[in-house]
């Protein structure tokens, strides 16, 4: 069975702290590692997509990293501010697009 | 950037009736689709995926009878949930690219707002 779990489940924190996301994955065969946010009752919004040949990511405040020998991934959050508020979903690229979402971490930044 | 967009974004049916759920990319031609579940709490769950003109791949578990798929053109999908039971209540999300099976699996992926499913 192929799984994504993410820890930790919810998160909250005060405004300005760096944090770090995890993600785990059964299976190190995969095509890429993906990072969404999910804002309540909306769709997703992708923020790094990280491809099986490398190691990591950035975009702005943000930094996902890949270690496919350990089955993990992490997105680390520099600055957090109140708008970063969100579920942060990781997912594992399986195939032609077809992804593996994990159980997502909410996070609450406090002002 | 390239937006999909999906409705309705909420309905509530009664038990037995049907319910279509659109999905459609605005400026660009989605040759494949995909619809996902989410249930409260828990993450997105693929259903199927569906290539314009042909026939929806179900996910395991998935009945194609139960949740018809229809992707008859490059920029519409359709998601509807036959005779609807409090079971089907979901939150049901799709995404769209604009490759191929055998395309480049890192081409980007646009998710729609979501659709959600109340069926009393």
């Known amino acids: 069975k192929q799984e994504v779990t993410q820890i930790p489940a919810a998160l909250s924190v005060p405004e300005g702290e760096n944090l770090v996301l995890n993600c785990s994955f059964t299976d190190s065969a995969i095509y890429n590692l993906q990072w969404f946010r999910q804002d309540p009752g909306k769709g997703l919004t992708s923020l790094l997509l990280?491809?099986?040949?490398?190691r990591e990511q950035t975009s702005g405040r943000l930094n996902a990293s890949l270690d496919k020998s350990s089955g993990r991934s992490t997105l680390y959050i520099a600055a957090s501010q109140p708008g970063d508020s969100a579920t942060y979903l990781c997912a594992r690229g399986m195939g032609f697009q077809k992804l593996v979402f994990g159980t997502g971490t909410r996070l609450l930044v406090s002002p | 950037g390239a937006v999909v967009s999906q409705h309705p974004s909420w309905v509530i049916c009664k038990s037995g009736t049907s319910v279509k759920i659109e999905c459609r990319s605005l400026d660009f031609q989605a040759t494949t689709m995909f619809w996902y579940r989410q249930f409260p709490k828990q993450s997105l769950m693929l259903m199927a995926t569906?290539?314009?003109?042909?026939?929806?791949?179900?996910e395991q578990g998935v009945e194609k009878d139960k949740f018809l798929i229809n992707h008859a053109s490059l920029t519409l999908s359709t998601l509807t949930v036959t005779s609807a039971h409090p079971e089907d209540s979901s939150f049901y999300i799709c995404s769209a690219s604009g490759g191929r099976m055998g395309d480049s699996y890192n081409s980007p992926l646009h998710f729609g707002n979501g659709t959600r499913l109340t069926v009393t």
């Open positions: 569906s290539n314009e003109g042909s026939k929806a791949t179900y």
């Open positions: 990280i491809q099986s040949s490398q």
